[in-house]
Structure formats: C-alpha cells, structure tokens
C-alpha cells in the first residue's frame, strides 16, 4: 500500500508525512505499525486531547451539507474577542433543521467590569445580524475552565440523547473546549476515535458518548479575515492575550494617530480635545504621533519600531486600508478585529481606521 493509498484507522483521513498541521499527519516512523493511525487520533486515544487542525472553505461546507442531513445538535465556538473574525459565515444554511448552540470563549479576557448578560444579549444580536437565531448562548473560558462544566450540562440537556457537532475557526480555542468537555463526560479514560464519518473522506473524529450516541469533532475551518493570519507564528502570543485586558486611556488633540505595533492606526481627525480608551492587548506597543507624520513614519518603521509585522514579513504584508467613521452616538466602540477596540465616550468625532486589508474594522455599542 502505497503513502497516497493509506488511511487512518481513526478517523479515514488520508495519510500524509509532510506537514503537521494538516489533516492525516503521520511521522514517517509511524508508517510500519500495523495498523496506520494519524497523530491526532494518537494524541485523542493516548493522550484524551483532541488537537486542532485547519481545513479549506470547500472541505469544511463538504463536512456541513453532511452535517445538515443529520438530527444532531451543533455547538459553535466563536472567540468574544474576535467575535466578527472568529465567525463561520453561511453556518445557518447548512446545518439544516438542526438547534446551534453559540458559545463564546476566552470571556477571561475581558475586564471584570464587564457584565455577562450585556455580552451574551450582544452575542445574541449579533448572531441575528448575521443570519443565525441560537437556541442559546453560553460563555467560557476554555483555557481556564470557568463556565465548562455547565456548559457540559447544557449540552447535555439540548442533544436530547442526539449527536453533537462541534464547530469553529482556527484559534478559537475549540481543542481546549473539547479536551475540557471529554473530561466532563468521560473522566480520563476510554476516549477512541472510531470509524470515518460515513459518506466522507474527511475527517470528523467521532467520540463516543456514554449513551451511544457520539460527540463530533471538526477540525477548524480558516477564517481569513482574522488578525491571526497577517502575524508570525512568533508574535501570536502579542495578539492573542492570556489575561485579562487592562483599559489604557490616551487623551489626544485632533489630528493625532495612534499605531497599534505595525497591524493598525487610529486617526483622531476632529471633535476637540478628548480622551479614547484602548481594550489591545498590553503586550503590544502603542505609539503616539501626530496624524500629519504617521505615513511617514509608517513607511520609515514598520516592522521595527512598529512591530509585529516583522521586517521580513513586509513583503508579504496587506497594506493598510482606511475606514472612515464619524461617531454620532454616545459610548461607541471603534473594533478592529482580531486586535481589540477603542472606546469612544462622547458623539461628534471624527476617525479613520487603519487595518491590513481584508480585516474588518467597524464600530458597535460600547461592550464596557
């Protein structure tokens, strides 16, 4: 049997020995056991820990016209925040008459002033905005654990004895949640992935449930206007934060520009002296200038003073594509997706926004 030919006893992805991160990874010294089984089946069955791996637009919406046809629950992970860049678009018309329940993680991020029914009320709107009507709405840390347990218990309760079908972006924290809930319903132990998903080449791992019914893990689908994306792997760390947000609050004269490392900038065109409040992560650096010297100073520092993006990444690198918003509400958020937002306490200003092309940036009632 031929590498092309081999198959994972698993799940039924194809082998391959090339890249890690894609689906049937196999290290070639693997190859010779008996029976051939991809690294994330070994690391479920050995280790109970599903790693995440990330599938095409096309495989994945192959996986949701199965999953339409199927009587199941859909629980989708969505990152609170990253909500727009962490969403699957089109969800609803694939997953048939099946209920979605929506949760949103890394809630540990968040300040602790922040309330959590305004976030779930929010999640709810926005996931109507977007063509979905959840049966519910449930907040967690995966990472932490906080809120895991119930959610458990609300799954348990919604499937109604049926399958459940996990989904979600890369980054999203998916793996962890599911690594979490194996814990919740099996203990440590027994955890194997069996047979492929009928009707499919690709793999979804299916892991049994004590009632014999199955709990379905698909692996994450790429999100391309995440943040993410534009970052090297080195500076993940700088955009995707372990704790909590700390507010820091510039107050700026029009005509200032703020540049969030090299990924984004915040213009304050006009509206009179005032104070912004920054929810970006802390470990990247905020640099303060006037608006009239920002495209030269991009052009002269970005990825050195003005980092991530490194200076090799350059090349590569969306430019950065103006957004144009005249703030009229009180208590407004500008959201630059993937990065954080800045909060806006009074009407009358003036903004442009600045981020790689492709990510979205839009403004929103203010979450704090």
Same mark, same amino acid.
């Given at each position: 049997?031929?590498?092309?030919?081999?198959?994972?006893? $698993?799940?039924?992805?194809?082998?391959?020995?090339?890249?890690?991160?894609?689906?049937?990874?196999?290290?070639?010294?693997?190859?010779?056991?008996?029976?051939?089984?991809?690294?994330?089946?070994?690391?479920?069955?050995?280790?109970?820990?599903?790693?995440? &791996?990330?599938?095409?637009?096309?495989?994945? =919406?192959?996986?949701?016209?199965?999953?339409?046809?199927?009587?199941?629950?859909? &629980?989708?992970?969505?990152?609170?925040?990253?909500?727009?860049?962490?969403?699957?678009?089109?969800?609803?018309?694939?997953?048939?008459?099946?209920?979605?329940?929506?949760?949103?993680?890394?809630?540990?991020?968040?300040?602790?002033?922040?309330?959590?029914? /305004?976030?779930?009320?929010?999640?709810?709107?926005?996931?109507?905005?977007?063509?979905?009507?959840?049966?519910?709405?449930?907040?967690?840390?995966?990472?932490?654990?906080?809120?895991?347990?119930?959610?458990?218990?609300?799954?348990?309760?919604?499937?109604?004895? /049926?399958?459940?079908? &996990?989904?979600?972006?890369?980054? &999203?924290?998916?793996?962890?949640?599911?690594?979490?809930?194996?814990?919740?319903?099996?203990?440590?132990?027994?955890?194997?992935?069996?047979?492929?998903?009928?009707?499919?080449?690709?793999?979804?791992?299916?892991?049994?449930?004590?009632?014999?019914?199955?709990?379905?893990?698909?692996? $994450?689908?790429?999100?391309?206007?995440?943040?993410?994306?534009?970052?090297?792997?080195?500076?993940?760390? =700088?955009?995707?934060?372990?704790?909590?947000?700390?507010?820091?609050?510039?107050?700026?004269?029009? @005509?200032?520009?703020?540049?969030?490392?090299?990924?984004?900038?915040?213009?304050?065109?006009?509206?009179?002296?005032?104070?912004?409040?920054?929810?970006?992560?802390?470990?990247?650096?905020?640099?303060?200038?006037?608006?009239?010297?920002?495209?030269?100073?991009?052009?002269?520092?970005? $990825?050195?003073?003005?980092?991530?993006?490194?200076? @090799?990444?350059?090349?590569?690198?969306?430019?950065?594509?103006?957004?144009?918003?005249?703030?009229?509400?009180?208590?407004?958020?500008?959201?630059?997706?993937?990065?954080?937002?800045?909060?806006?306490?009074?009407?009358?200003?003036?903004?442009?926004?600045?981020?790689?092309? $492709?990510?979205?940036?839009?403004?929103?009632?203010?979450?704090?």
């Amino acid at each position: 049997m031929s590498e092309q030919e081999m198959y994972c006893v $698993g799940c039924g992805v194809d082998i391959q020995t090339e890249d890690p991160k894609k689906l049937g990874y196999t290290p070639p010294s693997a190859l010779e056991k008996e029976q051939i089984i991809c690294q994330r089946c070994f690391r479920l069955k050995h280790y109970n820990e599903i790693q995440d &791996v990330s599938l095409t637009d096309d495989d994945f =919406l192959k996986i949701l016209h199965g999953i339409g046809e199927t009587d199941g629950l859909i &629980v989708k992970i969505v990152d609170i925040f990253d909500f727009n860049g962490s969403w699957i678009s089109g969800l609803q018309r694939f997953v048939g008459n099946n209920d979605v329940l929506l949760i949103g993680n890394k809630v540990d991020l968040l300040p602790k002033s922040v309330k959590q029914n /305004k976030v779930i009320n929010w999640m709810k709107k926005e996931a109507k905005e977007n063509g979905l009507k959840p049966i519910d709405v449930c907040l967690i840390s995966a990472v932490k654990g906080q809120g895991v347990e119930d959610v458990a218990q609300i799954i348990d309760r919604y499937r109604n004895g /049926k399958d459940v079908y &996990v989904v979600g972006c890369t980054n &999203v924290g998916k793996s962890t949640f599911i690594n979490n809930i194996l814990k919740q319903f099996s203990g440590e132990d027994n955890v194997i992935t069996t047979s492929q998903y009928p009707g499919t080449t690709l793999d979804l791992i299916e892991i049994p449930l004590d009632d014999g019914s199955t709990l379905y893990d698909t692996p $994450g689908i790429i999100n391309h206007h995440q943040m993410a994306h534009y970052v090297d792997k080195r500076d993940l760390k =700088l955009i995707m934060p372990k704790k909590e947000i700390k507010p820091k609050v510039f107050q700026l004269n029009e @005509e200032q520009t703020l540049f969030f490392g090299g990924l984004s900038r915040f213009d304050y065109v006009n509206g009179g002296r005032r104070s912004f409040t920054c929810y970006i992560p802390s470990e990247l650096h905020i640099h303060r200038t006037k608006l009239e010297k920002a495209d030269k100073l991009y052009e002269d520092h970005a $990825g050195e003073m003005l980092t991530p993006p490194r200076r @090799e990444q350059l090349d590569e690198f969306p430019e950065l594509v103006a957004h144009s918003f005249t703030i009229k509400e009180p208590k407004m958020d500008v959201v630059f997706s993937g990065l954080g937002w800045v909060t806006i306490n009074d009407p009358g200003a003036k903004i442009v926004a600045h981020a790689p092309k $492709g990510v979205g940036v839009f403004v929103r009632p203010s979450l704090i």
